[in-house]
């Protein structure tokens, strides 16, 4: 079966915190991405990337940094963490055919309380 | 704009099939129809996918119209872990720069 992890299922941290999510895909996906998502809100984007080193700022970047060392791994960085920045982050991977036939696969989701 | 429009929340009784109706009035030539589903506190997860033609997988059928203008996701046999929020999705690539979700609709299956 396909999978995409994320490190942590609740994660609790201190504002001015420097916060790192990790999530990592075993189906050699090119394609990864980061969203957040908040009741009423729905699921937002926040960064892609379409391969290793290569970042893509999605709807939401502000407050956020991401890194692409490796192509199975894709960071998602809090600089310094803020209250409004406690959310249900979702990573989700995909493959880069441009036939319409890809699916995103999502991990099972980091609950980010910041205090 | 949103691109597509659903129910906000649907009941169905369970062991009855339950149609989900997505209206996207605007959807170009180009521009797939996705249905994914997020069960609660799990991660959205893929369900199907069409451009023209009606299509069926083991978890459930699409029906798009002629005029491409609205379609119907089928889940033949409803059970109670069918209770999620399903999202439809029109999307030139599959999500190659990422798909936007919208609010979807909260499905509840009834015992």
């Known amino acids: 079966d396909v999978k995409v992890t994320q490190s942590s299922r609740y994660l609790v941290k201190r504002t001015g915190e420097k916060v790192f999510l990790e999530c990592v895909q075993d189906?050699?996906?090119?394609?990864m991405f980061w969203y957040r998502q908040d009741p009423g809100l729905g699921l937002r984007l926040i960064y892609f990337s379409y391969d290793v080193k290569m970042k893509e700022k999605g709807d939401i970047p502000e407050g956020y940094s991401v890194s692409r060392e490796k192509k199975e791994r894709f960071s998602l960085i809090l600089e310094s963490a803020s209250t409004n920045q406690t959310s249900m982050y979702l990573c989700?991977?995909?493959?880069?055919?441009?036939?319409?036939?890809?699916?995103?696969?999502f991990g099972s989701g980091t609950q980010l309380s910041v205090l | 704009d949103a691109k597509t429009t659903q129910p906000p929340s649907m009941d169905c009784a369970e062991g009855r099939a339950a149609n989900l109706p997505c209206n996207h009035s605007?959807?170009?030539?180009?521009?797939?129809v996705y249905w994914y589903r997020q069960i609660h506190s799990q991660g959205p997860q893929y369900i199907i996918h069409g451009l023209k033609n009606n299509e069926t997988n083991e978890m459930a059928s699409l029906i798009i119209t002629e005029d491409r203008k609205s379609s119907t996701l089928i889940l033949p046999h409803a059970t109670l872990r069918d209770t999620a929020v399903y999202y439809c999705?029109?999307?030139?690539?599959?999500?190659?720069?990422?798909?936007?979700f919208g609010k979807g609709t909260h499905l509840i299956i009834q015992p």
């Open positions: 189906m050699d996906h090119e394609n």
């Open positions: 999705i029109v999307d030139p690539g599959g999500g190659a720069d990422g798909l936007t």
């Open positions: 989700a991977s995909s493959s880069l055919v441009g036939t319409g036939d890809e699916k995103l696969f």
């Open positions: 605007t959807i170009s030539g180009n521009e797939y």
